[in-house]
Structures are given as C-alpha cells and as structure tokens.
C-alpha cells in the first residue's frame, strides 16, 4: 500500500489566519468527496500566528491534482489567495506506507 501525502504551510497575512482556516474548512468538505481524499487536515502553528498548516492523504498524486480542477475547490483557492501572504509553499511530498485509518 502507497498512498501521497502532502504537508504544506500557509503563511497568512497579518490579521487573517482565522479567515483562512474557515477558508480551508470550507475546502475540506469539497475535497472529502473528491474522488481518492483519505484525509484533509488544518492546523495552526503554535509558535506562528501567522502559519497554518495543511496535510493531506490522497490515493494518488493525480487524485490530488484532478481534485484542484473542480470548479467549487478553484473557487476556493481563489477566495483564499488574497489572504495568504508571498508565495504559498508547497510542503513536503510525502509517500505513506500506513498507519491508523490508513488502508
């Protein structure tokens, strides 16, 4: 078993981290009924309070990728852009191999 994985951190402009995380729960629940999404997790930085993390768990890269097509998550994405500060970084591309709930 091989699954992708990506663990990316936003950097959000002053002021607007919680608008960004609503912004990225928002996104969970469209991509959890993407075909492939085994998790979509949010977190925020305890030492950042400009930082929010994202990880996810795909049963593909190409899974991931076709779920940045869907009209709703572009939507999404474009809502969330003028609140993240510079460039979004794109994490560690992680291959996983297991663990609790994963299958």
Do not use: F
């Not at 981290?17 to 977190?43: F, H, M, P, T, W």
Request: proline share 2%.
């Amino acid at each position: 078993m091989s699954k992708y994985g990506l663990h990316s951190k936003l950097k959000a402009i002053d002021g607007g981290r919680d608008k960004l995380i609503q912004i990225l729960l928002e996104a969970s629940k469209l991509v959890s009924a993407a075909k492939g999404c085994n998790l979509y997790l949010i977190s925020k930085d305890r030492t950042d309070n400009n930082a929010v993390w994202v990880t996810e768990v795909w049963d593909s890269k190409e899974d991931h990728d076709a779920s940045l097509n869907l009209e709703s998550v572009k939507k999404s994405i474009t809502s969330a852009m003028p609140l993240i500060s510079g460039k979004p970084e794109r994490g560690q591309e992680l291959e996983i191999v297991g663990g609790k709930e994963i299958n």
